[in-house]
């Protein structure tokens, strides 16, 4: 894990003991913490009796399904954020798991480095809500609640998407952030994971952010994604 990574608290609820030990062995190697529980009352009863800085959340759990714990930690107040895991991948269920109050959703079976990259953007956002109203990277500034971006002393002004791209990339500053994530996170999966709307608007944020600057900052991973890494002082 990079030096200036901080460690998660993660509370692992899966009944599932594979994935459960793949998901534990694969966090804790990236520097995180993981407690894992593999049933839902006793795991929703640690979520409300420890602090956390993420809960990962199955769906199918003896005793307690995962919607039923998320709707009682929502009930009592527990504003942790949630990212739920199923095997299932209507989007009905996606939609009932969001508005029940997860913050965040991935199918079975997925790539451990997409649900680490969700669990510490999930992460840095909370560290972020409760610590400051800028994001940082470079001379790049977003002023999250008056809706701007500068780099250096030029005032940049974006579309609403184009904004909301831009925060997404960089709350996940140096990490991969994926065409599905882009797509679950602005556009609430309302396109076609091969429509180009990431690509045009992607090309629009580089041309207001990156184009008349010596330091480009967001990166093409090809076949994966997009990435902004943090340039050097």
């Known amino acids: 894990m990079a030096d200036d990574v901080m460690a998660i608290n993660v509370l692992l609820i899966e009944d599932d003991p594979t994935v459960g030990s793949h998901i534990q062995q694969g966090l804790e190697k990236a520097g995180h913490n993981c407690h894992v529980f593999n049933d839902g009352e006793a795991g929703m009863y640690e979520a409300m009796a420890q602090r956390h800085d993420v809960i990962i959340l199955d769906i199918m759990l003896p005793s307690r399904d995962g919607f039923s714990v998320l709707e009682q930690l929502r009930n009592e107040k527990i504003s942790t954020p949630v990212l739920l895991l199923s095997a299932k991948g209507q ?3 996606k939609v009932k798991g969001l508005r029940t109050g997860a913050n965040d959703y991935l199918t079975k079976p997925f790539a451990f480095e997409e649900l680490l990259a969700r669990v510490e953007g999930l992460g840095a ?3 972020d809500a409760d610590t400051t109203t800028h994001i940082h990277v470079g001379d790049l500034t977003l002023d999250l609640l008056n809706r701007k ?8 002004e974006l579309q609403s998407k184009e904004f909301q ?3 997404c990339l960089l709350r996940h500053r140096g990490k991969i952030v994926t065409r599905s ?3 679950e996170h602005v556009w609430n999966y309302h396109f076609d994971p091969q429509t180009n709307v990431i690509d045009v608007h992607i090309s629009r944020l580089r041309q207001k952010v990156d184009k008349t600057f010596n330091v480009p900052l967001i990166e093409t991973v090809r ?4 990435r ?3 340039p050097l002082p």
Do not use: C, P
């Open 165 to 167: 791209l831009l925060e």
């Open 181 to 183: 994530m882009l797509l």
């Open 149 to 156: 971006v500068t780099r250096g002393d030029t005032e940049i």
């Open 91 to 93: 989007v009905e269920d």
């Open 125 to 127: 956002r909370q560290a």
């Open 228 to 230: 902004i890494a943090d």
């Open 223 to 226: 076949g994966t994604g997009y």
